[in-house]
Structure formats: C-alpha cells, structure tokens
C-alpha cells in the first residue's frame, strides 16, 4: 500500500510537471483602470489556486472554532456528571455511541 502511494504521488507530480512545462506562456491580466500584470500562465493558476484554497479555509475556521467549544463543554459536562457521580479518575465511565 505504501509503494502504491509513492507511486501515486509521483505521477502526480510528473502530471502537475508536464502541465506547468507546457503551459508556459506569458499572459496578461488586465485590471481597473489600466493596471496590467504579466506572467506565465502556471504561475497565475498557481497563485489563483493558492487564494482559493486561503478562502476556503477562512470559511472553514468558523465551523472549526464551533466544534472546538461544543467539545470542549462536552468534556466539562462529562467531567462533572463523573465527578457528581463518583467516579475517580481512573475508572471513568464509558462514553457510549449514539
């Protein structure tokens, strides 16, 4: 499974390589007011992917900030139903699934 992996990893990158030699002209980006920005096309997809994925993890550290607290009071419920109950330290009741 392992050289599975390296071998997936390596056409992978021989892909995203064959990609970025081909794709190698310059292009220009055109803004307001007549700012221009010249650069290879990879670079420019390089850089849009970059931002995208930076957005899409903004957008995901809301939901990741939620979850933290809602586990952390979990945790600071259980500890004191144990405590409430009796239980020690070692021999803390099991956590069923739901």
Do not use: C, H
């Amino acid at each position: 499974m392992r050289y599975l992996n390296w071998l997936l990893r390596a056409a992978l990158f021989f892909l995203l390589l064959g990609l970025a030699l081909k794709n190698n002209e310059p292009v220009v980006l055109r803004y307001f007011f007549g700012f221009e920005w010249q650069a290879s096309l990879v670079v420019v997809m390089l850089l849009f992917f970059a931002a995208g994925m930076g957005i899409g993890i903004l957008a995901m550290l809301g939901n990741a900030f939620r979850q933290r607290r809602e586990i952390a009071a979990l945790k600071r419920d259980l500890r004191l139903k144990n405590k409430l109950a009796g239980v020690g330290e070692t021999q803390q009741m099991p956590i069923q699934p739901s």
